[in-house]
């Protein structure tokens, strides 16, 4: 019992990031869709379009900042600045991770939170 209690609280956090792109005016949806990569996943909701840009699963670290270095570097930044220019997307930066009652670092530092700024990105921190 004693050591299967230790191998949990030994455990990294598994991180979980996506990179989500709101469009509140659905009138945009073919020609955003064009100009983005194939596997990019669009949610069709009553009165906005959601597209999940980028996605970045099982990262083991203390740090969410080594979540979104793997993450931003999927990502095609001036992709992102033109649609939110021209197409009115909002950013957001999805963040959840599974703990194991250890929590990681809620860090953003340095080029990450450049990217963030420069995206004017809202940040959503879910953890299990």
Same mark, same amino acid.
Do not use: T
């Given at each position: 019992?004693?050591? $299967?209690? =230790?191998? +949990?609280?030994?455990?990294?956090?598994r991180l979980y990031g996506a990179i989500i792109?709101?469009?509140?005016?659905q009138n945009y949806?073919?020609?955003?869709?064009?100009? =983005?990569?194939?596997? $990019?996943?669009? $949610?069709?909701?009553?009165?906005?379009?959601?597209?999940?840009?980028?996605?970045?699963d099982? +990262?083991?670290?203390?740090?969410i900042d080594d979540l979104l270095t793997k993450l931003f570097s999927e990502c095609d930044i001036e992709l992102l600045c033109d649609m939110v220019s021209r197409y009115g997307a909002k950013?957001? $930066?999805?963040?959840?991770?599974?703990h194991y009652s250890i929590f990681p670092a809620l860090v953003f530092e340095g080029s990450n939170m450049q990217i963030i700024r420069k995206?004017?990105?809202d940040i959503s921190i879910d953890p299990y």
């Open positions: 019992m004693g050591e $299967v209690a =230790m191998n +949990v609280k030994n455990k990294l956090p792109l709101i469009f509140a005016n949806r073919s020609s955003v869709l064009e100009l =983005m990569p194939r596997d $990019v996943r669009c $949610v069709e909701h009553a009165d906005f379009d959601e597209i999940v840009y980028r996605e970045v099982d +990262v083991f670290s203390w740090e950013v957001l $930066v999805d963040i959840s991770f599974h995206l004017q990105a």
